[in-house]
C-alpha cells in the first residue's frame, strides 16, 4: 500500500503536547456536537460499557451520557487540561489521563468512541485492529474524524507556512500533519476483524460570523503547532495574513457570514459475537 494513503509517522502521537485549549471547542460546541449526535444516532443496542476515547473538554461524554443513561463510561485523554474541563461539566464520571497510543482497557468495553481524535495518530492499519481486539463480543467501535486537510482552511495554513520567513521552522510542521487513510484503507483493516462496517462521509456547513470565526475555530488545535514556534509579531504577522487569505478563499454570503465546509469521515465497526 502507498505510503501516502496512510497517517505518516512510526509510532509517537503527533498531537500537541498538554497545550489544548478547551475554550475554542466550547465556544462552538453546537457545531461539534452535531457529528457526536449524528453517529450516536447509528449505534444499536445498550451498551454496558462505554470508553470515550480522546474525549476533549467533555461534548461526546455529555451526549454519551444522555443517551445511555445506564452505561458505567470512562472519559479517557492525555490531556489534564480537556480532563480538568470533563471533571467539571460531568464530575460523576470515570476519568484516565493516558495516551491512546499506549491505552489498554482492564475490562473489554461495549462501546469504543473516538471523536475528532484519532486522526492526531499515526499507523491507524494498527491502531484500528487493536482497538477492535478490545472490544467485548457484538461491541463497536465508532470513529468520526476530520477529513478536511485539502480545505482552504487548512491549505492556507500549510501555504503560509512555506512562504515566510518563518518557512524553515514551519515547513517540518507542515510535513509532519496526520494524513487519514482511505476509505478502503479503513474498510480493508476493519473488514477481517468486523461482522459489519459503515463508512460514510458528511460536509457539515457551518455559517459563520466572519474569518475570524474560522481562526477562533482552530486556535485550539490545528493552529498552535504552527504559532508555538513563532516571536509574537510572527504569530500577529501569520495570523493576518491568513484572515486576508481566509477572506478571498471563502468570500461572504448575502448576510456577511462565511460558508465554512467541514468534511468528516465516519466508520462504525461492530465485532462479532454476542455481548456477555
Not at 467485548?136 to 507556512?161: T, V, W, Y
Not at 484572515?243 to 448575502?254: D, T, V
Request: charged share 25%; glycine share 6%.
Amino acid at each position: 500500500m502507498a505510503e501516502a494513503k496512510r497517517p505518516p509517522g512510526a509510532s509517537a502521537t503527533q498531537y500537541p503536547p498538554d497545550g489544548w485549549d478547551a475554550a475554542p471547542y466550547l465556544r462552538f460546541e453546537a457545531e461539534h456536537a452535531q457529528p457526536v449526535r449524528d453517529m450516536i444516532s447509528r449505534i444499536l443496542g445498550e451498551p454496558r460499557r462505554i470508553v470515550d476515547l480522546g474525549c476533549g473538554p467533555g461534548i461526546s461524554s455529555r451526549l454519551l451520557v444522555e443517551r445511555f443513561a445506564s452505561a458505567e463510561i470512562t472519559c479517557i485523554d492525555t490531556s489534564s487540561r480537556m480532563l480538568a474541563e470533563v471533571r467539571r461539566r460531568l464530575p460523576t464520571m470515570r476519568f484516565e489521563q493516558v495516551d491512546i497510543v499506549t491505552w489498554r482497557p482492564n475490562l473489554s468495553p461495549d462501546l469504543i468512541f473516538a471523536n475528532d481524535a484519532l486522526h492526531w495518530l499515526p499507523d491507524h492499519e494498527t491502531l484500528l485492529p487493536r482497538l477492535m481486539s478490545y472490544l467485548a463480543g457484538g461491541g463497536s467501535l465508532a470513529i468520526q474524524m476530520p477529513d478536511n486537510r485539502h480545505e482552504p482552511s487548512h491549505a492556507l495554513m500549510r501555504l503560509i507556512a512555506a512562504d515566510g520567513p518563518w518557512a524553515d521552522r514551519l515547513v517540518p510542521v507542515a510535513k509532519t500533519r496526520g494524513v487519514i487513510g482511505t476509505i478502503a484503507d479503513y474498510y480493508n483493516w476493519l473488514r477481517p476483524l468486523s461482522a459489519s462496517i459503515e463508512i460514510w462521509q458528511t460536509t457539515y456547513v457551518h455559517p459563520l460570523s466572519g474569518v475570524e470565526a474560522v481562526v477562533d475555530w482552530f486556535r485550539g488545535s490545528a493552529l498552535p503547532p504552527f504559532l508555538n514556534p513563532l516571536e509574537e509579531r510572527e504569530r500577529e504577522q501569520f495570523l493576518d495574513r491568513y484572515m486576508r487569505e481566509l477572506s478571498s478563499a471563502y468570500g461572504f454570503e448575502a448576510d456577511g457570514r462565511v460558508l465554512f465546509l467541514y468534511p468528516r469521515l465516519f466508520i462504525l465497526a461492530r465485532k462479532a459475537g454476542v455481548r456477555a
